[in-house]
């Protein structure tokens, strides 16, 4: 049920400018240095006006850029201000994160990002797929039923699955510094590899992240779940140190 390689994925939400690729520049440089390298994959998903800019300046390059959302039409088309899966790619993207819960709190439907995970799958994107309830739900007991609603109306069974990170997100837990209990997400998680390696019928379970609230403190006690594949790290990984102390802090 854990796979070995342990993802580091920072989404940078509205945040960064062409300076900012010093962070960038220090996290990659660690990444080359560190001897848990080998068992990392470290991603940072950043703005878009910032994709290509990075791309270009990062050499010898230990660490991939990612896109943080897309539009959901192919190609291109008369979509003013929209970006496409296409354009990103062009730009140097590996990695695209969707359905994150601000996007869904703003109106976004399964049925909307399921085109997207469609336009991303044609443009070989590796996608993380946020899923998560909200306090209400958790309070409820609907936390299963709610992320099983969320993945399987955005994922089709004849998709390529193996391109398909899950990230849980709990939203009462982003920005607000509280994690789930032990037990609690370590059962989360269990049901979702579980239900969608039995509903998808995958030969693997997939690859599930654990996001919210995660910081250089917590790290150690979310290290302790196995089930966990890695981390999507909002706020903390703004900063070179608080998204590298994070690693660091993972394997001690």
Partial sequence: M???????????????DFNSF?????????????????????????????????RKRLKRKSISIGAQNCYHEEGYGPFTG?????MLKKMGAE??????SENREEGETAKLIKKKIVSALNQKFNIILCVGEKFIDKKKGKT????????????????????IILAYEPVWSIGSKKIPKTKELMNVIRFIKNDFKKN??????????YGGSVNKNNIKLLSTISEIDGFLIGGASQSSKKFIDIIKNYYK
Avoid: D, R
């Fill in 144 to 163: 299963f039923s709610i992320i099983k609603k969320q993945i399987n109306g955005s994922i089709e069974k004849n998709f390529n699955t193996n391109k």
């Fill in 200 to 209: 998808f019928k995958t030969k693997n379970f997939p690859k599930v992240l």
């Fill in 95 to 100: 990695y695209i994160i969707l359905g994150h």
């Fill in 2 to 16: 854990t796979n070995k390689l342990k993802y580091f994925i920072g989404n940078w939400k509205m945040f960064g």
């Fill in 22 to 54: 010093k962070i960038i520049s220090k996290i990659n440089q660690y990444a080359k240095e560190h001897k848990n390298a080998k068992k990392s994959k470290i991603v940072l998903c950043v703005p878009n006006i910032l994709i290509g800019f990075f």
């Fill in 82 to 86: 929209a970006i496409s899966a296409v």
